[in-house]
Structure formats: structure tokens, C-alpha cells
């Protein structure tokens, strides 16, 4: 079934003129910002961003930033693998992942969507490995580092946890969910140092 996603996506390869011109190094057109800019610049206004709300819209166009592969039979494969843990068919999410990956080893997504799907099957060696992939590739993907933290406390490892969500937070300040882990984990940490 594998090589049948690989013929597919193989054929189906096609990267937008915009995409191409910033991988080859072409200039891109003057006012247009490359997607590490435009990614740079979002990173800076979620890390200033007052409220929650303000804070939550600018980390969704970073997250569409994220997915834009660039690439029709990736995003394909995204939206299948998507549809699949949607319906927790999880072998086949990881069959689209696995082409993904082959594919463009270079696309953080790929990687953190397989992430994902291993942290559900609960399988967190194999999502931990996929997360260092990663944030090899964008050091800043607080959904990646905020699931590092989750496999550290389902681990019961509670200072590695408050550490990862500590970094989270150091990315987007105003992430609720990681601000209320902070303050519960702190308080746990304290009371076992008693």
C-alpha cells in the first residue's frame, strides 16, 4: 500500500513558482517577504501579543504558515493523514506521514504531524524521535514542544515537563493551556520537595 501512496504523490509533485524561487535561491519579488520572514515576523508579534484572543489568531496564521508545504501532493497526503487520525485510523495516517516525510525531510510538519499520530498510539519513544526531527527544523513549534512535554509528564517525569512548558512559554506567552501546566506543575514539584 506504501508504494502506491509513492507512485501517487511522486506524480503528483508540484512546487508554486513562489516556493521554488526561494528554494533555488532566486530573488523573490521586492515587497514580497519569504516564508522565513513572514514566520520570524509572526514569532515576534505572538511573543507581544496582549491577550489571549490577539495571541491565539497570530499562532493560527503560524500554524498555516507551518502547513503550507509548498507542494500539491504533500498537502494532499497532509489532508489524508489529517482525515485518517480524524477517524483514528492511525496505520493508515502513518502510511501518508511515512511518504511525507520520504518525500520532503525537510518540512517540520511532516514531522510533527507524525508526532502526533505516534503520541495517540501512545507510542512516545517513536513520537519523541519524530519531535526532535522537529524542532530540528523549527526550534520555535510549540505544538512539538508542548507534546514533548505531555510524553514527559504522562512519563511521570514532572521537572522535564515544567521545563518544556516553561519553553513553550517562552515562545508564546499567552498559551493558556501551558500556563495552567506551569502553575499545576510548579505547585506538584514544591509539595515533593517538602
Do not use: C
Not at 13 to 41: C, F, M, R, W, Y
Not at 53 to 65: H, N, T
Not at 101 to 122: I, K, S
Not at 141 to 154: E, L, V, Y
Amino acid at each position: 500500500m506504501r508504494y502506491v501512496f509513492a507512485v501517487l504523490a511522486l506524480s503528483l509533485i508540484v512546487a508554486p513558482p513562489a516556493l521554488a524561487a526561494e528554494q533555488s535561491g532566486t530573488p523573490v519579488q521586492k515587497g514580497e517577504q519569504t516564508h522565513q520572514q513572514k514566520l520570524d515576523q509572526l514569532f515576534s508579534e505572538l511573543k507581544r501579543a496582549q491577550n489571549e484572543r490577539s495571541a491565539a489568531r497570530i499562532a493560527s496564521r503560524i500554524m498555516e504558515e507551518w502547513t503550507n508545504s509548498g507542494s500539491a501532493s504533500i498537502d494532499l497526503m497532509m489532508g489524508w493523514s489529517k482525515k485518517a487520525m480524524e477517524e483514528q485510523k492511525f496505520d493508515i495516517a502513518l502510511d501518508f506521514l511515512d511518504q511525507v516525510v520520504a518525500m520532503r525531510p525537510d518540512y517540520a510538519e511532516g514531522w510533527n504531524r507524525r508526532a502526533t499520530v505516534h503520541f495517540m498510539m501512545q507510542n512516545y519513544a517513536k513520537s519523541m524521535a519524530d519531535i526532535e526531527q522537529t524542532l530540528e527544523l523549527e526550534p520555535r513549534h510549540f505544538g512539538a514542544i508542548a507534546g514533548m512535554a505531555q510524553i514527559f509528564k504522562a512519563r511521570g517525569n514532572k521537572q522535564m515537563a515544567f521545563d518544556a512548558y516553561q519553553r513553550v512559554l517562552e515562545i508564546y506567552p499567552m498559551m493558556r493551556n501551558a500556563q495552567n501546566e506551569v502553575a499545576t506543575l510548579s505547585e506538584e514539584l514544591a509539595g515533593e520537595s517538602i
